[in-house]
C-alpha cells in the first residue's frame, strides 16, 4: 500500500472539491485548478471533510497513479488556499533584475538587456535589485517558471556569478593555477 496515497487530504475552510468522471476540480479562495485524474487506475472520494484516494486493483499502474494522484490533489488543495512561492537570487557584478509592468528587465552580463514576461497565473515581484520572487497557485507552473528564469543565467561553477535558486549550494572550481602535475 502506498505510504503517501493511503493519507487523506484534508480540506481547510473555504476550499471546495468537486468531483468528475475523470477530472478533480478544487476551488479556493486564491482561484480554482482542474486535474486530470486516471479514473481506470484511482477512485477519487470526498468523506468527513478529507479527500481520499483509493486504487482500483493492484497492478503497476493502479500503484504508481495511487501516490501521484493523492499528491497532485494536496498540491492543489495548498495551492488554492496559500499558495506557492519560489525565490531566486541574483549574483554577480552589475547582475540586477527590475520590474516594469507584469514584465521582467534583467541585466544578466549579456550585450542587450533580458525581458521576461510571466505567463496567466504566476505573478513575478522583484526585492531590492537581486532577489526575485515567483508566486503562483499551481506548484507546477511556479516550478517552471522559476526554472526558466534561472535557466536565462545559470550559475556558473569558477566565480558563482548567475541566478540562482534562494539557498542554493554552488560549488566553486579551482581555476588554471590550481591544476596538478604542473611543470
Not at 470526498?46 to 495511487?66: C, F, M, T, W
Not at 532577489?131 to 526554472?147: E, F, P, S, T
Amino acid at each position: 500500500m502506498s505510504r503517501i496515497g493511503k493519507l487523506p487530504v484534508a480540506l481547510p475552510s473555504g476550499v471546495n472539491v468537486t468531483l468528475g468522471e475523470d477530472e478533480v476540480h478544487v476551488k479556493g479562495p486564491k482561484g480554482e485548478l482542474r486535474q486530470h485524474i486516471l479514473a481506470q487506475a484511482v477512485v477519487v472520494k470526498i468523506e468527513d471533510g478529507n479527500v481520499l484516494v483509493e486504487r482500483k486493483g493492484d497492478g503497476k499502474p493502479q500503484r504508481s497513479a495511487h501516490g501521484l494522484t493523492r499528491s497532485l490533489i494536496a498540491n492543489m488543495v495548498e495551492g488554492v488556499s496559500k499558495g506557492f512561492r519560489k525565490s531566486l537570487e541574483i549574483q554577480g557584478v552589475g547582475y540586477r533584475a527590475a520590474k516594469a509592468g507584469e514584465k521582467l528587465n534583467l541585466t544578466l552580463g549579456y550585450s542587450h538587456p533580458v525581458v521576461f514576461a510571466a505567463p496567466k497565473g504566476v505573478s513575478l515581484s522583484v526585492e531590492g535589485q537581486n532577489k526575485i520572487h515567483v508566486d503562483g497557485i499551481d506548484k507546477q507552473q511556479v516550478g517552471q517558471v522559476a526554472a526558466e528564469i534561472r535557466n536565462l543565467r545559470p550559475p556558473e561553477p569558477y566565480k558563482g556569478k548567475g541566478i540562482r535558486y534562494e539557498g542554493e549550494l554552488v560549488r566553486k572550481k579551482l581555476g588554471k593555477a590550481g591544476k596538478a602535475g604542473k611543470k
